[in-house]
């Protein structure tokens, strides 16, 4: 059996900077709330037509495929983790593959939300491991800023939430004690509604959104109970990350450097204290990006390798927790 490595990361922002202060402007709010509640200082919204879910990930693909020093055409498999993709339908991985201009190899969509880029790499980790594939371009991306209720009626939701792509290229790993250990997955769909878009769906058609206009239709905003999921997480991190390192042997005191989806700092935090984790073992970026769903991770990877904090032998921790409910993790012997 092989084992799986990232080789390369890379990750891409809009330009367009968004502080707290701007939002103040359009809504019932304030950054003293929010950094508080969140941590969150900017975020990064799309502010023109040419930018969109798969151009953010083309460019964060390119920077990863620099950085993991092969030629695209070498990538054998793409895997796409999104909640906001261009096309209802087709999912963007094939558009992605269209951009990159590489041969007609399969590329997958993932819908899980915040614990997205974990799935997909899970995927990946299979593939390498068994042989199929020998580089796996794996793309979490989000557009969110498009969709988002920019009134004070959807303060609890739209403060929280930034656009950005992060990606990384899964290949085998020449030394089998280095790459991928393991990944843990889970979900509890009793919660689906909890952290969700309603319209416009297969529950809530088009036409029907259409007929309602003018009705304060709330359906075609995303939905959170802030309180409910800041609960389950702080509960189901620890879990997750624990469940890692237990079926390896591992402690908490053996990982260089958790990154954890950047949901809310808040949650981080308390991740932290109650695994009684470092300043240095854990990263945040956060402050600056907002909660950019399934690129969360690996923008956090991609910026933390840059920052020197991630180097050759280190234990990293991923973990996520978001819609679905679903959540995930996964140790890599970097
Ligand atoms: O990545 C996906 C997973 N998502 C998460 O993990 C998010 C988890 N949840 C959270 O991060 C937090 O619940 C929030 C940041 C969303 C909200 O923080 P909270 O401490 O749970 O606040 P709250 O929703 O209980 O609201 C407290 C007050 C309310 O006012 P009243 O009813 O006490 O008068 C809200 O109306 O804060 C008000 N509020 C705001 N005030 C200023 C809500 N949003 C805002 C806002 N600015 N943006």
């Not at 593939?127 to 209720?149: A, C």
Request: net charge negative; aromatic share 8%.
């Amino acid at each position: 059996m092989n084992s799986a490595m990232i080789k390369g990361t890379g990750y891409y922002v809009p330009k367009n900077v968004v502080t707290n202060e701007d939002l103040s402007k359009l809504m019932d709010t304030n950054s003293e709330w929010i950094i508080e509640r969140t941590g969150i200082k900017e975020r990064r919204w799309i502010d023109n037509d040419d930018e969109s879910t798969s151009s953010m990930a083309l460019e964060a693909s390119k920077n990863a495929i620099t950085d993991a020093g092969i030629d695209k055409s070498e990538i054998d498999f793409i895997i796409f983790a999104t909640l906001s993709p261009d096309y209802y339908f087709p999912g963007p991985g094939v558009t992605l593959q269209k951009e990159l201009d590489i041969d007609t190899i399969g590329a997958l969509d993932v819908r899980n939300q915040c614990s997205g880029f974990l799935y997909a790499l899970s995927i990946a980790d299979q593939y390498i491991k068994t042989g199929m594939y020998n580089n796996i371009l794996v793309v979490g991306s989000e557009y969110h800023s498009g969709g988002l209720d920019k009134t004070t009626r959807g303060r609890g939701v739209s403060v929280i939430f930034g656009d950005g792509a992060g990606a990384a290229i899964v290949s085998k790993s020449p030394d089998k004690n280095r790459g991928i250990l393991s990944t843990h997955l889970h979900s509890q769909g009793e919660h689906a509604e909890e952290l969700a878009l309603i319209g416009p769906s297969t529950r809530r058609w088009v036409p029907e959104i259409i007929d309602n206009e003018g009705k304060d239709d709330q359906s075609i905003y995303p939905y959170m109970n802030g309180t409910f999921v800041f609960k389950q997480a702080v509960t189901r991190f620890p879990q997750v990350i624990g469940e890692a390192l237990q079926q390896n042997n591992l402690q908490t005191t053996d990982i260089d450097l958790l990154i954890p989806h950047q949901a809310n700092l808040r949650i981080s935090q308390f991740v932290q204290r109650s695994m009684k984790l470092t300043d240095d073992q854990v990263f945040n970026n956060i402050q600056k990006y907002g909660n950019t769903t399934a690129a969360s991770i690996p923008i956090a990877l991609a910026e933390a390798k840059l920052e020197g904090r991630v180097k050759e032998g280190d234990l990293i921790c991923l973990a996520a927790f978001g819609s679905g409910f679903t959540w995930a993790s996964a140790l890599i012997r970097w």
